[in-house]
């Protein structure tokens, strides 16, 4: 008998296939006391299984590339903690065994992370997934993970950790559906870069028996298990259509009336620039930058480490825009040399531009860097600084932009309520807002993106959130100036067209997204989007807004 459940769909296409479960968590170590002369060995068998997982995290890093890249080799520098590290010794020190300390150990930081507010307590899974590592190694078992099958499956778990979604072979996991997890956490946005269908939040995901039929509809965030025939036709035909629609719709956005609303792709770094030009992008809206600090959290990489990287990605898009944004450390994005240690709520605490202006030289090495980069490029280079909350913030940033001889836009990310609320007084100072919605939505609900359980305060689609984008996008059209989309909810096709309506002047996203929302784009007129705009935001709920802005878009 067919049955539905509901989730968070967060990567788009539908999936038809039996459930694989994820490989179950490590078992706890028995806690046996060891000699006081085998105390030695065992904190080089801990060290060279922590080096080893670590080399391991990196090396799935740089197969993956990109996003990928940044997430695992944050995982790595994870495994290598020295405070982590140091625990595990005094531990083998007093009778524990390796991985009884390195249990122990991860779970006393553990418990320091999940009470450390929520920003950081959406890094619980990362850590977990390292320990799991790490303790397999030592007990010489298989490592928890994706599942062998020489047959295609859905992949069902907790929650998946970014190595394994890293990694995820697209040709054997149809899609993969989770309890925990929101639509920003690292997995989902893995999965979009993948193309991979995904489903998460969905609770009891883990109580599907194996082998169970199910059909995941990533876009609605739908389960049916057990599909009956007439479902699993219906959902190939839409999946069809949709392919079809893809397939037709080519060349720069636009609504179907010719209005122009170009569509950029987010990148991590280089290895993400080959995805992004095979999807048509018409340039970058987001380059983030941290991959180039992430590689060691002690010092920032030289002006020409810098210079090399930015040049791979300015020259992929000649006469085109890249927008890139400058480092946004702090909060889940921790570097030694840069971020306080003992903050009691990293993510209000200094981030983002906060952090680079009490570390000038930081900052003047990367704008020299990006300069030096575009000098004599077509390229039409953007520059926006992360965590802007007021004019005060935007004036900073720009002056450190002229001070660095920078001939580029400088810009600033709205992410902070505060920066909605007045952004045609920050636009006094920069000239172009990009709207981060994850962030934006974090702080305007108090609601971590990385929590499955206050996901749906996350939902781009919340009304509330929908009013800040077109108080922004008000100002800027009021001043003159652009206003983008660099979030994740860019990359929701029908959300496209709804923020097209608010005036949103171009949409960034990762590449896979992109020929989604050019098709959808091209079905409607910039009236039918203003008007799936207004539907939207005289809802009360995300629900409500999703459905009203169908309604009017399906002419219902």
Not at 251 to 260: C, I, V
Not at 267 to 272: L, Q, T
Not at 358 to 370: G, K, S, W, Y
Not at 452 to 470: C, F, K, N, T, Y
Request: glycine share 8%; proline share 6%.
């Amino acid at each position: 008998m067919e049955t539905t459940l509901r989730g968070v769909g967060v990567s788009h296409g539908v999936a038809i296939g039996e459930v694989r479960h994820m490989g179950t968590a490590v078992l706890e170590p028995p806690a046996k006391q060891i000699p006081a002369e085998e105390a030695e060995r065992e904190q080089q068998r801990a060290r060279q299984a922590v080096e080893a997982v670590a080399a391991d995290l990196t090396a799935r890093g740089n197969l993956a590339g990109g996003e990928a890249q940044a997430v695992l080799e944050a995982q790595a520098l994870m495994a290598q903690d020295p405070e982590l590290m140091a625990d595990v010794d005094r531990r083998i020190a007093v009778g524990s065994s390796a991985e009884r300390a390195v249990y122990d150990a991860f779970a006393a930081y553990r418990e320091l992370l999940a009470n450390a507010g929520e920003y950081l307590a959406g890094r619980v899974a990362d850590l977990d997934d390292v320990r799991n590592r790490i303790v397999a190694r030592l007990l010489g078992v298989p490592m928890p993970g994706v599942p062998d099958s020489d047959e295609p499956y859905v992949l069902v778990a907790r929650d998946l950790a970014p190595a394994d979604t890293a990694l995820l072979d697209p040709t054997l996991v149809l899609g993969f559906v989770t309890e925990e997890g929101g639509p920003t956490s690292h997995s989902a946005i893995l999965a979009r870069a993948l193309g991979v269908p995904a489903v998460v939040a969905l609770p009891g995901a883990g109580e599907i028996a194996e082998g169970t039929l199910i059909a995941v509809d990533g876009s609605s965030g739908e389960i049916f298990v057990n599909p009956t025939e007439e479902r699993r036709t219906a959902l190939e035909a839409a999946a069809a259509e949709r392919k079809a629609a893809l397939a037709a719709a080519t060349g720069p956005g636009a609504t179907a009336d010719g209005h122009k609303v170009p569509l950029l792709a987010n990148i991590g770094g280089p290895a993400d620039v080959a995805a992004a030009v095979e999807a048509g992008a018409e340039g970058v809206g987001l380059f983030r930058t941290e991959f180039l600090f992430l590689d060691d959290s002690k010092a920032a990489p030289s002006e020409e480490k810098q210079v090399e990287a930015y040049l791979q990605v300015l020259e992929a898009f000649p006469e085109g825009r890249v927008v890139v944004r400058v480092l946004d450390a702090g909060a889940d994005k921790p570097l030694d040399f840069l971020t306080p240690a003992d903050e009691p709520n990293p993510a209000l605490g200094v981030r983002g531009l906060r952090t680079l202006l009490d570390h000038p030289d930081v900052l003047r090495t990367q704008l020299t860097a990006l300069a030096k980069a575009a000098n004599g490029l077509p390229v039409h280079l953007e520059v926006m600084a992360p965590m802007v909350a007021d004019r005060a913030d935007a004036k900073a940033f720009a002056d450190a932009c002229r001070e660095a001889g920078l001939r580029a836009k400088y810009g600033a990310m709205v992410e902070i309520p505060s920066a909605a609320l007045r952004a045609r007084s920050v636009l006094r100072e920069v000239e172009f807002l990009s709207l981060g919605t994850n962030d934006l939505a974090q702080y305007t609900f108090a609601a971590d993106r990385q929590v499955g359980a206050v996901s749906r305060l996350q939902d781009p689609w919340q009304p509330a959130l929908l009013d800040l984008v077109a108080l922004s996008a008000e100002a800027a059209r009021a001043e003159g100036k652009s206003c983008g989309v660099c979030g994740e909810a860019a990359s929701d096709p029908l959300l496209a067209c709804v923020l097209t309506g608010l005036g949103v002047t171009s949409l960034s996203m990762g590449a896979a997204s992109i020929p989604y929302v050019r098709a959808s784009l091209a079905k409607f007129t910039l009236a039918q989007c203003e008007r799936a705009a207004a539907a939207a935001r005289a809802a009360d709920s995300a629900d409500e807004a999703r459905n009203a802005a169908q309604a009017v878009l399906s002419g219902e």
